[in-house]
């Protein structure tokens, strides 16, 4: 079945560094979602991409959509104590089984 | 807040237990779900609901059993659970259910998290 890989699955930065989170798909994706988790929260949507090399920013976070619409990325510029949390990739199966498939996430620890 | 409300926030059940998780949304949504989020292991969706009707059911153990009175409503009943089941049970929402090729953006309650004695 499909499978959503997330690497690293832990990363230690110091505060100021970059960051950055890889999804891989075994399949191609109709769509990719990024979610965080706060320590002790929920997930929360951050965004969607759908188009094949699509990328997008939001303040420090860029999100990029490869080419072959089988992996994804977050990087995040210039780490803060804010960003600490878990970051999760959820893609769609593009041969359309209508599951959102969750990556095991990428937990990110900021060091002040 | 999200617009998804979980209750209880915590619940410690022996193994011989009955017991049911709650879920409410307000955002006027046509799809719910039921997912297990576990130490070190990727999001599992365990139920889908669309309409109030079930239509995803992801090999979860009968001991299990969901409830979707309606669109907006969603329980979970527990009864003879195992000490493995213990984990953080998400419900969340959305608009539509998820897989169209547009996707569709979840939206998840704060969660039940669930110990097994």
């Known amino acids: 079945g499909q499978q959503v890989m997330q690497i690293p699955q832990y990363q230690h930065v110091q505060e100021g560094e970059d960051f950055t989170t890889y999804c891989n798909s075994s399949?191609?994706?109709?769509?990719i979602q990024w979610y965080k988790q706060r320590p002790g929260g929920h997930p929360v949507f951050l965004i969607q991409l759908v188009k094949s090399g699509e990328v997008k920013k939001q303040k420090r976070l860029t999100f990029q959509f490869g080419e072959a619409k089988k992996n994804s990325s977050l990087h995040i510029t210039a780490t803060q104590t804010t960003d600490v949390g878990t970051y999760f990739c959820?893609?769609?199966?593009?041969?359309?089984?209508?599951?959102?498939?969750f990556g095991q996430g990428t937990t990110l620890q900021v060091k002040p | 807040e999200t617009g998804v409300t979980q209750t209880p926030r915590h619940l410690v059940m022996g193994m011989t237990n009955k017991k049911s998780l709650k879920c409410e949304q307000h955002?006027?949504?046509?799809?719910m779900y039921w997912y297990k989020q576990s130490a070190k292991k990727p999001l599992e969706l365990m139920f889908v609901?669309?309409?109030?009707?079930?239509?995803e059911n992801n090999s979860v153990p009968s001991r299990f059993s969901p409830e979707c009175p309606n669109s907006s409503h969603l329980f979970l009943h527990l009864h003879t659970l195992q000490p493995e089941d213990s984990a953080l049970y998400l419900c969340?929402?959305?608009?539509?259910?998820?897989?169209?090729?547009?996707?569709?953006?979840?939206?998840f309650g704060s969660g039940t998290q669930l110990s097994v004695l």
């Open positions: 609901y669309n309409f109030k009707e079930q239509t």
């Open positions: 955002l006027g949504h046509n799809a």
């Open positions: 969340a929402s959305s608009q539509d259910p998820t897989g169209g090729a547009l996707g569709e953006k979840l939206f």
């Open positions: 399949t191609t994706l109709s769509n």
């Open positions: 959820a893609g769609v199966q593009a041969s359309n089984t209508g599951k959102l498939i």
